[in-house]
């Protein structure tokens, strides 16, 4: 449901010519490999069809997902796209994504063996080998016998080899080397098979990890996909919501649930309408998990969240705003230019996978390009 901006208790904006951008730059770090992209949770929250078509006006010809109803939706809005689903083969399911043109990431032999009997060579699947991660995916010995039956290969429509990375985001971490070399010999099994191992963090780790087809996630949107070093995306997302009351609070008085920020002056508290039920963790309460306290920005100027977190508000200590600013009615940056998702990430203690992620739904979205 599309609610109004003006009945909203905040908007989220989507910059799809920033996202495309950060596209644009992938794909020119893994040239001459092909870029994709992810899209699955709802294209991390930033709505799958309109970043879909976004980025295929911009060349993207292949997308990732993890569910086939996620895949169902992007074939709608796009009808001639190639599209994976990472979770594989649901059972007893093939006819759904025959139907809908979808291609199986198939990660198990019994996987293999339902797509290639529905299939039976008119339709296509990826084949997904674990290489260290230890999820989803067929192993060494599994691989081989695989390798070994040519008209099994052929009836499952194998078109593409993938992995996944356990520690793309360090690029220190010796294991990304140790995928990589076991990666290119599964890759000597399948001659001829397009192969893909590289997510967002790993299209930063040089050409070897590129191979045929990267398949970026979380860096499309904004979020850091290197960790401990500057980001190097165009932030894609903003979030803003007005001051719903300003109020005096008496120095020793406490603010919000269980009292957990007492006014060590006279203060003024201004109250939004923004909690976890939206995406703000209860981790970003006073004084917040790491680095904190979590700010918000108002005309520019940085103000904590104090309190407790709860359900729809938070409260910030505006006492040494401008108060032509901090005034009801006045927009509150949340996420944006001075506040990142990485910002959010690191005051709750988690990824911006997840922050990105968990962006509510009762937000007025907003594109812009």
Known sequence: MSVPPELAGATLTIDLAALVE??????????????????????????????????????????FVALPMEGKQVRDALPQAIIYVLDGLLAGQADFYIA????????????????????DGNHK????????????????????????????????????????????????NPSNADQRDRFNALRNLFPGLPASLANAPGTFLGPAFAHDLARPGVALYGGNPLT???????????????????????????????????AERPSRIAI???GYADGLLRAMSWPALQDGPAKVSIAGQPAPIVGRVSMDMITIDVTGTDRDHACRGTSVELLGPTISVDDWARWSGTLSYEILTSLGRRYAKVYSS
């Not at 930033?46 to 060349?59: D, H, I, M, P, Y």
């Not at 894609?236 to 919501?241: E, M, Q, R, Y």
Request: hydrophobic share 40%.
């Open 22 to 63: 950060n596209w644009r730059t992938i794909s020119r770090q893994v040239s001459p490999a092909e870029c994709g992209a992810t899209i699955k949770a709802d294209g991390y929250g930033c709505g799958a069809c309109e970043v879909a078509r976004a980025l295929w006006e911009a060349g993207c010809r292949t997308f």
């Open 100 to 119: 809908h043109d979808l291609r199986p990431s198939l990660v198990s032999p019994e996987d293999l063996g339902e797509w290639a009997d529905a299939a």
């Open 125 to 172: 699947a990826a084949v997904h080998v674990d290489t260290g991660i230890n999820r989803l995916g067929f192993d060494r010995a599994q691989a081989e016998t695989l390798a070994g039956d040519k008209e099994l290969m052929r009836r499952a429509g194998l078109c593409l080899l993938m992995s996944h990375l356990a520690s793309g985001d360090d690029e220190t």
């Open 228 to 262: 401990g070093k500057p980001n190097p995306m165009q932030p894609v997302v903003s979030l803003t919501a007005p001051i719903l009351q300003v109020r005096d609070v008496a120095a020793g008085d406490g603010v919000g649930y269980g009292a957990t920020w007492r």
């Open 272 to 274: 939004v309408g923004v």
